[in-house]
Structure formats: structure tokens, C-alpha cells
């Protein structure tokens, strides 16, 4: 078992260009979270899908931002145009009902705006 | 809606001494209730769970935490304090639509 898998690691992009964060959950997972974190804020949920549906994602910040999961085994998060105040390390995690397994986080991106 | 309040963004402890991270929930029904860590550059993983059966639930790495609703607390503790266990520690709660909402972490510093 990999684990979650995020790319890129790290993501340096200067402000109003489009940044795209990439997670494969584990296989066999079927919620998939977005997570964004900073000093100032802690551990931001953004979103979090169930079967491949977003359920809610009353934690996106503003229309910038936009999630999607095609498949069982993909998602993005897209910021578009991302903005210096976008920079902190974006998390995927995922897992199959906290009863049946604990939420599995990925490793993150560390996203750089400048 | 449920939430947990970490008090306190950093404690310090020395080496072999005992940890106490404090957690306190807010619920209107029973919680279920965790704690993770996140080492330096990496992802959050799960230390221990509460799902309502012992109040008293151990963990790995030694910690364990102890369920009070009179006190609406879940702290998080571990006897002797080892150098690696030096971390930002999250208390979670998993919300009526299985959303896990996370506090804002105590930073762990152990003193040699």
C-alpha cells in the first residue's frame, strides 16, 4: 500500500498564474478530503468527496479555487489565478468510514505564491 | 456543530517527564473523537480514536487519552516524554456529515 500520493511536493508560482495540486487516494477509499494548512489558520478543510461526489465544500475560500474527482483513484485541486495569500502546504487525505479505517493523509504540496 | 479547542500552541516538557496535551470538545451528541500528529514535512497520522466504547483509549508511541464528558475533555498524554516525540499534536472531531475537524495543533518541544 503507497499511501496517498500528492504531486508535486513543492510548487513555486509567481501570482495569476493557474496552479493545479494532484492526489491519488488509496484504493479502496471512498472519501476524499482537501485539507489546506498555514501557520495563521491551522487545518482548513476545503472540501470532501464521498464516492466521487463533492458533498460540501462550504470550506473552498473563494470561486479561485475548484475541486474535482473524475475517478475513484484522482483528484485535483485548482487554484486559478492563485494569489500570494493562496501559499501554504495543501493535504489530501482519504479513507473508507472512520470506522473502517482513519483518515490517511497524503504527504502535501507546499505551495509558494509569489 | 462539533468542535475541539487545543489549549495551549506550544508546551514544553523535558525529557522523561510527563506529557499532557489538553483537548476539549464541543458536542451535542456522543463524539467520536481523535488525535493525530504530524512530524516536520509530513502528513497527519492517527495516534488513537474514541468511537464510545473504553473512556480510557491507548494509542502508539505510548500515548493515550482519556474520554470525560463531565469535563467535555479528551487530553492526550504519555508518561516519560522521549525526544522523538517532539511534533505538532491535532485533536480532531468527526462531525454529523463524517467530516473530521481538526484543531489548531499544540507544538510539542521536548527539553533534554
Known amino acids: 500500500d503507497a499511501g496517498v500520493i500528492q504531486s508535486p511536493r513543492h510548487e513555486v508560482t509567481e501570482m495569476g498564474q493557474e496552479v493545479t495540486l494532484r492526489c491519488k487516494p488509496i484504493?479502496?477509499?471512498?472519501?476524499l478530503f482537501w485539507y489546506r494548512q498555514t501557520m495563521m489558520r491551522g487545518l482548513e478543510l476545503l472540501i470532501y468527496?464521498?464516492?466521487?461526489?463533492?458533498?460540501?465544500d462550504s470550506g473552498m475560500p473563494e470561486d479561485r479555487f475548484s475541486a474535482k474527482m473524475p475517478n475513484a483513484s484522482f483528484s485535483t485541486l485548482k487554484i486559478q489565478p492563485s494569489e500570494p495569500r493562496d501559499s501554504a502546504v495543501y493535504f489530501c487525505?482519504?479513507?473508507?468510514?472512520?470506522?473502517?479505517?482513519?483518515?490517511?493523509f497524503g504527504n502535501g504540496t507546499r505551495l509558494t505564491v509569489t | 456543530a462539533q468542535s475541539v479547542t487545543q489549549l495551549g500552541s506550544h508546551v514544553s516538557v523535558s525529557e522523561g517527564a510527563l506529557v499532557l496535551l489538553r483537548c476539549n470538545y464541543s458536542?451535542?451528541?456522543?463524539?467520536?473523537l481523535f488525535w493525530y500528529v504530524q512530524y516536520p514535512n509530513q502528513g497527519l497520522q492517527l495516534l488513537l480514536k474514541?468511537?464510545?466504547?473504553?473512556?480510557l483509549v491507548k494509542g502508539i508511541n505510548g500515548f493515550e487519552a482519556e474520554f470525560k464528558k463531565s469535563e467535555t475533555s479528551f487530553h492526550l498524554t504519555k508518561p516519560s516524554a522521549h525526544m522523538s516525540d517532539a511534533a505538532e499534536y491535532f485533536c480532531?472531531?468527526?462531525?454529523?456529515?463524517?467530516?473530521?475537524?481538526f484543531g489548531k495543533g499544540t507544538r510539542l518541544h521536548i527539553l533534554p
Open positions: 474514541y468511537t464510545s466504547a473504553a473512556t
Open positions: 458536542s451535542s451528541v456522543p463524539p467520536y
Open positions: 480532531a472531531v468527526l462531525n454529523r456529515d463524517d467530516k473530521i475537524i
Open positions: 484504493s479502496g477509499h471512498n472519501s
Open positions: 468527496f464521498n464516492n466521487n461526489v463533492p458533498i460540501d
Open positions: 487525505a482519504s479513507y473508507q468510514g472512520f470506522e473502517n479505517s482513519p483518515l490517511h
